[in-house]
DNA sequence: TTGAAAGCGCTAACAT
DNA sequence: ATGTTAGCGCTTTCAA
């Protein structure tokens, strides 16, 4: 079995390309994308479509983004990039969009605030067609689709996805309960995280609502801004 | 305290803001790029500045890029997103990039040979000017600058940046053996991380040169195609 | 001190 | 069946 040798070749043009073939830039760019409604012969594309290959060529995107005024690019903005957690969102917000033939431009804020407006601002500048917004943030409307998960507040224009928090609360506590637990902690979660309060607000209601009592030497309040299950360590006894 | 209003404007051009100032284009350009060596009145910078900033006028980097030929955009490559252990890599490659002005395109790839090569030509052809690819087995060079991280082979060009096994594998055995352990049990990581043999060869030398005996009762495989912890529950007894 | 013009690489409309 | 042209939004000579 002959090995494929390493390919490393100059990126060549559309119009190098076309001049190389004796044929005109329009004539490539229709056959490479088989493009309908233009009859050209066989041999013609044959041709043209070998010498791409042979030459390496790939197209410019980024030419072509600004030539079609479409970048197929969606920014995606998240607090953070090594947990657990938003990562996970991200991975299925990935999966989707490279799927959908999209690609997508990450940006981490750490939840500071000039940081989420600037970034926004950089990823529209950068050609994104829309904004995926995680745990993040967002204070006003964009010019183009947003798309808001676990927003932190209501927005003209920007859907917000959001957890039922009142079903998880319900999940939780029931199962607990069923197991035949009454002394039950809390953990909070950090505050800077849009969906901690609504889940502590649901959790002690639900909990009233069952009857479970919440002991306020029971509740720990999470504040390490990390991400990772250290977080926990601390108020579990394991430092 | 007055709310600032929603911000919504239409992103407008270089030439519109030029026209609406009665100015040429390569002005606006210069005075909002503050290029030096071009003397223009103090006035008329602040004439354009303030339109700027009343259009909210946000450069097409896109353009931008194309004229030259400068994206600052970097590829990145990594296995998966929803995973704790390459993701907290992306974390740190994407603070530098960040700091250093450039955005970063990724793209996951789940370890499948035909989208590690897909999507590193998509990369480039977004205008990516280097690659920086995770735990990914590249299989050639590229025209482009292109950092591994435990890269799977060494490829001509290729920086590929390791982890010390060998270190690795003394600390943690020194580590059990202080605390008095002798019956040590081993998971072995997943095949398709290009770090798994390494690691666990070097486990083996080491214990051997400590006299640590190894125990293939002891030996544990995690096969699981994921990167939660859950990867673990299974060969631990959770499950 | 400022403007006009060319051109990055591509595609769509309009010739031929 | 194919080529020519204009222009996406920008920057950079080169002129004025």
Chains 1, 2 share one sequence.
Not at 157 to 180: D, F, I, K, P, Q
Not at 202 to 217: C, F, P, W, Y
């Amino acid at each position: 079995m002959k090995k494929k040798p390493p390919v490393a070749l100059e990126p060549s043009s559309l119009k190098k390309l076309a001049d190389y073939l004796g044929v005109s830039p329009a004539t490539v760019s229709v056959v490479l994308r088989d493009v309908p409604g233009r009859s050209i012969p066989q041999a013609t594309r044959d041709r043209i479509k070998a010498a791409a290959k042979k030459l390496n060529y790939q197209p410019s995107l980024l030419a072509r983004a600004l030539r079609n005024r479409r970048t197929s690019t969606i920014g995606v903005l998240v607090p953070e990039l090594g947990d657990g957690y938003h990562t996970q969102m991200m991975s299925g917000v990935g999966n989707q969009l490279m799927n959908a033939g999209y690609f997508y431009f990450t940006a981490h804020h750490r939840h500071r605030k000039n940081l989420i407006e600037e970034y926004s601002q950089m990823l529209l500048g950068r050609g994104a067609e829309a904004l995926i917004a995680i745990d993040s943030a967002l204070e006003h409307s964009f010019p183009v689709p947003v798309v808001a998960i676990a927003g932190h507040r209501p927005i003209e224009g920007v859907t917000n996805v959001l957890l039922n928090h009142r079903r998880a609360a319900e999940l939780t506590l029931t199962h607990l309960y069923s197991l035949g637990h009454r002394n039950i902690a809390f953990m909070r979660g950090q505050s800077f995280s849009s969906d901690s309060d609504e889940r502590w607000r649901n959790l002690v209601q639900v909990a009233r609502e069952m009857g479970i009592s919440v002991k306020s030497d029971l509740i720990v309040q999470l504040n390490l801004d990390m991400q990772s299950p250290e977080l926990g360590y601390p108020v579990v006894g394991f430092l």
